[in-house]
């Protein structure tokens, strides 16, 4: 069974994914495809009222017959999944490979960090286009694939929603500076003037824990807003209704003149 | 505050929603911007220990004011929603209204109906495209909004999450069937050959509920499966990675025959 433990920390888990984690004969953990920073272990187990494993990336990518998929053959297993489970390809590919073995398996959902930025970002979430990840660049090499996304998705009117690469097991995180200065950074594209520092864009820190912060404008402003800790998310809106650059001047900070050019 | 309900019953909602719910001066709810067959208010009363007042559409939108601002001038107020709370379009609207009279609001998020259908189709939540509601068709007038985004999407190698309408308040709610006919009866369009008899397509019901069912596979199919209760909602491919055809097989259902021409 998959238990989505939500957004920032064990007060995430919804009442049926707890209720479902104490009847477990297994619970095991993974905290490393998402980044949940107030995490306790220790307050989960009390919770739980039973002792939780937590597994590496190693251990469930590559012994997960081992350490899932045998021990669930034999017992009701839980593993507990930051945000809502599915979302990580990793669970998906797990969840195949246990059915395949005949394994019933089941998933509890939990929030996830994809409604919740576009919801405090105040747009529209059918209005999203395709979603993308900005990687941390390799050397010299810098990804033009969010470039592009971005590109696309304004084109026809649609906002995008960009996560910036996590390596929680390195404790490693993008911030939003990271990522705007790799994103302008681009000489080979910037005549297509897609990110400039004019650009409207909306960083949102914290989506899920109790101080949340969102703070929208043009990009040479959000470049230097400081968003202390992680995580931090990027929003690039494509047009805009008046209702949303209305949530955008009042839940964002936006000034009236970053708006211009964006309306529908 | 706004707090997620998240999916299917009361038990949807966070150890966080439900603590704050708790200590709240007075927790309204609405029911209606999203289907929670399940939900049960007498339960959610004992757990959050005091009454809920159930807001009507009427209400929350016009009486906004008088049933949520003004009494939040006063006193500390959770209004409990289906989902992730700032998902609807009402929800915004009502929390710029309060932000604009200064008064605090925080969202506390919950499993979305959006999250969950993306992960149980087995497909990766990164290549959803925009996403679409089939409205109920106003007398002979079927819109053909739903047709050009999947076709849009579609041209991008992307999916598209298909929401059907509906209408809680009267007990009303399209079904998979009622959709994919609709999708399938606009003449103008059949040439465009988006939605044909053999298009893959995969209808998702009760997301979120122990007993949730995916089933993959042509239209012609998917049009006479029986997907018992709602909500229901719909998924149309674009081009599937390997994994992710695997997982239309695995947990879909799909035969192998109904993938040709969907391969990345």
Known sequence: MFVGMGLNDEQGISLRGLELASKADLVICECYTSLMPRLS???????????VKVLSRKQLEDYVDEFVVEQAKKKMVVLLVPGDP???????????????QGIRTRVVHGASIVTAVMGLSGLQNYKFGKSVTVPFPKGEVVSDVPYQVIAENRMRGLHTLVFLDVRAEEGRYMTIRDALA??????????????????????????GADDPLVRAGPVREILNFD??????????????????????EVLGGAAKSALKGYAE
Chains 1, 2 share one sequence.
């Open 41 to 51: 272990l220790e307050s989960l187990q009390t919770r739980i009222r039973k002792p």
């Open 86 to 100: 599915m979302i990580a390809t990793t669970h998906i590919s797990v969840r195949i490979r246990a059915e395949k």
């Open 227 to 248: 968003f202390g800790g992680p995580p931090h998310t990027l929003v690039f809106p494509g047009r805009l209704h008046f209702v949303e650059a209305e949530a955008l």
């Open 182 to 207: 790799i994103l302008s950074s681009l000489e080979s594209l910037k005549s297509l003037g897609v990110v400039t520092a004019e650009t409207l864009t909306i960083g949102v820190a914290r989506a």
